[in-house]
C-alpha cells in the first residue's frame, strides 16, 4: 500500500497551477464591473436597505435556480435561518443535518432554538447518504399523525438540510423522496453550489426552499450575503417580509405585524453581487477546466485520487478535492504541512459537527463515512483565476 509522498504532491499542486508560486484556497475575482456599480451606489447615496441594484441582483440569481424567486439577505447562515422557520422549524424541534459540513449549517439551526441532528454522507457525493438516513429513520423514529418523532429525545424531527459539499451535488431525488414520505420538508443547503447542476436541474432549486451564500469565498461574492430561494411565491414573500423587519407598506407609518429581522442586503453589496453574476459562466468554466486539469496531474498519484462528482452531476467545482485511498490524519496532516509551507493553501475537511464542543451531546447517526471522509479529504486551490489560463 503506497502512502502518498508530501514532496510529490507539492510538486504536483505546482504542475498543475503552472509553477505559480502562491495560492489561495479560493479568492475573488473582481474582473468585471464591481468598480463602477459600487461607485455609482456612493455617487447616488443608494448604499444601504432600498435601492435597484438588490432587486436587480435577485433577477438575475433567479436565473441560477430555475426561475424561482429570490430574497436576498445578509448572509447564508441567516438565509439557511429564515429557510428552515419558513419551512416550519421551531424551538425543540430537531432537524437532520450532516455531520460532514461548515458549522453554520448547524448555527442556523441552534438560532431558531432548534437541535441539530447529525447524520451520515456518502463517499461517492460526499453529501447525505440517503439509504442510511432511511436506515437511521427506521431505527430511531416513530410515526404520530403527521409528525415524526425521535424516539429517544421525544423531539420533532421537522426537516432535513441536504448540502451540496463543495459544490459537488448530493444525490437529491432519493432525500426528497423519502422526505415526501415521511413526511419531513426537505430544505437545501445550497451555499456552495451556485452554477452547479443534478441531472440537468438546478442545485439550489431541487427543494421547495434553499438558500445560498456570497460570502467572500463563495464562487460569486457580495462581500457577505446570502439569499433564500422559495419555490412557492407565497414563501418567498413571507421571506421578504421577515427579514425587513416585518414591516407593512405604508406611506409614512411605521408598522410591524410580527418580530423580524434586519437581514436584508444592503444595496452595496448588491452592487458588487451584480457584476459578479455576469462574470459567472466564465468563472465556471475556469474552475471546470482547473478540475480537469488536477484530475490529469494527480491521475497516476500513488495513494490518492481527485473527488470525481457523479455522471449525474455537473460541479460548479467551488473547491477541487483529493481523497486519500485509506483514512489517515497523520498522512493528511503531512501533505496540508508541506503545502501550506510553501505558500500553496490546502485546508483539510471541517472538523465534523458532532467533535465540536458545542454540538458534542447532540443526536446523532452512526457518522462511519463522514469519519471515514474526514482523515481523507485536502480541498486544494479552487479560485477561479487559476483556471482563466486553461479555457
Ligand atoms: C458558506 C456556508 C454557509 C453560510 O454562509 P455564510 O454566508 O458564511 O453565512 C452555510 N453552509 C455551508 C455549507 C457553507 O459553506
Redesign the pocket.
Known amino acids: 500500500m503506497m502512502s502518498p509522498d508530501p514532496l510529490t504532491f507539492v510538486a504536483r499542486l505546482r504542475e498543475a497551477l503552472g509553477g505559480i508560486a502562491k495560492a489561495q484556497l479560493h479568492e475573488p475575482h473582481f474582473g468585471g464591473r464591481e468598480w463602477d456599480y459600487v461607485k455609482d451606489c456612493l455617487d447616488t447615496g443608494w448604499i444601504s436597505s432600498v435601492g435597484s441594484r438588490v432587486s436587480q441582483f435577485e433577477r438575475m440569481l433567479s436565473h441560477h435556480v430555475d426561475g424561482r424567486p429570490v430574497v436576498a439577505c445578509v ?6 435561518r429564515v429557510a428552515l422557520e419558513l419551512a416550519g422549524v421551531g424551538p425543540n424541534d430537531e432537524v437532520l443535518i450532516p455531520a460532514l ?2 458549522v ?2 448547524a448555527n ?1 439551526v441552534s438560532h431558531l432554538g432548534a437541535i441539530a441532528h447529525f447524520i451520515d454522507s456518502s463517499e461517492t457525493t460526499l453529501g447525505v447518504d440517503p439509504v442510511k438516513l432511511e436506515a437511521h429513520l427506521h431505527e430511531t423514529a416513530d410515526r404520530r399523525a403527521n409528525r415524526v418523532l425521535n424516539r429517544k429525545t421525544g423531539r420533532r424531527l421537522a426537516a432535513i438540510v441536504p ?1 451540496h ?1 463543495f459544490g459537488h451535488p448530493v444525490d437529491m431525488d432519493p432525500l426528497i423522496e423519502l422526505g415526501a414520505r415521511w413526511q419531513i420538508p426537505v430544505v437545501e ?1 445550497a ?2 453550489s451556485l452554477g452547479s447542476h443534478y441531472k440537468g436541474r438546478m442545485c439550489g432549486a431541487l427543494a421547495s426552499l434553499a ?1 445560498l ?3 467572500g ?2 464562487i460569486v461574492t457580495t462581500g ?3 439569499a433564500i430561494v422559495a419555490e412557492d411565491p407565497e414563501l418567498a414573500r413571507r421571506a421578504k417580509h421577515l427579514t425587513t423587519t416585518a414591516k407593512l407598506p405604508h406611506r409614512w407609518a411605521f408598522i410591524h405585524d410580527e418580530v423580524g429581522y434586519n437581514d436584508r442586503m444592503p444595496n452595496i453589496n448588491a452592487a458588487v453581487g451584480v457584476a459578479q453574476l455576469e462574470q459567472l459562466p466564465r468563472f465556471l468554466a475556469a474552475k471546470r477546466a482547473l478540475q480537469k486539469h488536477y484530475e490529469t496531474v494527480f491521475a497516476d498519484f500513488p495513494g490518492a485520487r481527485l473527488f470525481r462528482p457523479q455522471p449525474w452531476a455537473e460541479s460548479n467545482i467551488w473547491l477541487a478535492v483529493l481523497v486519500l485511498d485509506h483514512p489517515d490524519a497523520a498522512v493528511r496532516d503531512a501533505l496540508l504541512d508541506a503545502s501550506n509551507a510553501v505558500g500553496l493553501m490546502t485546508r483539510p475537511a471541517w472538523t465534523l459537527m458532532h467533535r465540536l464542543a458545542m454540538y458534542r451531546d447532540h443526536p446523532r447517526a452512526t457518522l462511519a463515512t463522514a469519519e471515514d471522509l474526514e482523515s481523507r479529504i485536502i480541498c486544494l486551490p479552487s479560485s477561479a483565476a487559476l483556471g482563466f489560463s486553461h479555457v
Not at 75 to 80: D, H, I, S, V, W
Open positions: 448572509n447564508g447562515t441567516a438565509a439557511l459540513t461548515f453554520a449549517t442556523s448540502m459539499c443547503d451555499t456552495e438558500a451564500s456570497f460570502n469565498n463563495k457577505g450575503g446570502g
